[in-house]
């Protein structure tokens, strides 16, 4: 019966050992990518960012910790490709993310600490109606495909909510380019905006910056980020609703233009 009960007993073993030898090794290697994470993060960054679209991205270093799921990125530079006609795109001084970890298993997720500091944007618009904002959050969510209704549907199903138990954004100027028009029109926008929360989740997170950038003359960047962000899983519902009223405000800030343009045309014409 010992015999017998050995010879049952000693594959099990053998299989067991290998499983427990496979989840060691696994658990080992992820603690060792974890405690590495802020030397090797800034070197493997810039090539999980590069794709087809050629956005480059410095990063000076890392203080994060991934058991934690703290991240803090600082001295970030993100550089437009070959089909810009100028490299300059997003500066930032610091970049920091600290989220609770089980929620990101639940249907709400939970931000602790969310930190954007930008010195400037430079907002490229090309010859054929492209923007690298637009462009850049587009390679993010993975492209731009048309959605069908069920697909659509399926994604505000899976929605997850976000909250965020404080939010400090800053962004010192933009710096806007337009290639449509020659010569090329160029405008610098002294912003100096500043921004912190503390309890607030995301719909009304993005409704006080849709204000606050609307009132400060910058809704060309509201247009370029909502498109994209439509794209990404929960924020389909909210980024909707908001884009069409930015649609709106540009529609009457564009009518608004025009009717000024007619005016002075018509008293430039009176005066000759």
Request: neutral net charge; hydrophobic residues 45%; glycine residues 6%.
């Amino acid at each position: 019966m010992n015999i017998l009960f050995r010879i049952v007993m000693k594959p099990i073993n053998w299989v067991c050992s290998f499983i427990f030898g496979i989840v060691a090794t696994i658990i080992l290697l992820f603690a060792a990518i974890a405690l590495t994470f802020n030397v090797w993060i800034p070197h493997v960054a810039p090539r999980l960012l590069r794709g087809h679209d050629g956005f480059d991205l410095t990063m000076g270093r890392s203080d994060s910790n991934i058991f934690a799921m703290n991240f803090n990125f600082y001295d970030v530079a993100i550089e437009n490709g070959d089909k810009f006609p100028i490299p300059n795109f997003i500066q930032i001084d610091r970049f920091s993310v600290d989220t609770l970890l089980f929620s990101l298993l639940s249907k709400k997720v939970v931000v602790e600490n969310l930190v954007l500091n930008v010195p400037q944007v430079t907002y490229v618009k090309c010859i054929d109606g492209r923007n690298n904002l637009t462009e850049f959050l587009t390679q993010l969510s993975g492209g731009s495909s048309p959605e069908s209704d069920e697909q659509t549907v399926k994604k505000e199903r899976k929605k997850k909510e976000y909250s965020f138990k404080h939010v400090e954004l800053s962004i010192g100027k933009v710096v806007f380019m337009d290639f449509t028009v020659q010569p090329t029109r160029m405008r610098e926008i002294i912003l100096n905006y500043s921004f912190d929360a503390d309890d607030i989740d995301l719909d009304e997170l993005l409704r006080k910056i849709t204000s606050d950038f609307k009132a400060r003359g910058v809704l060309f960047l509201l247009q370029a980020v909502l498109e994209p962000l439509g794209k990404f899983p929960g924020f389909f519902a909210i980024a909707k609703p908001i884009q069409a009223v930015n649609d709106v405000a540009v529609e009457v800030l564009d009518k608004g233009i025009d009717t000024g343009r007619n005016l002075l045309k018509k008293v430039r014409g009176q005066g000759e």
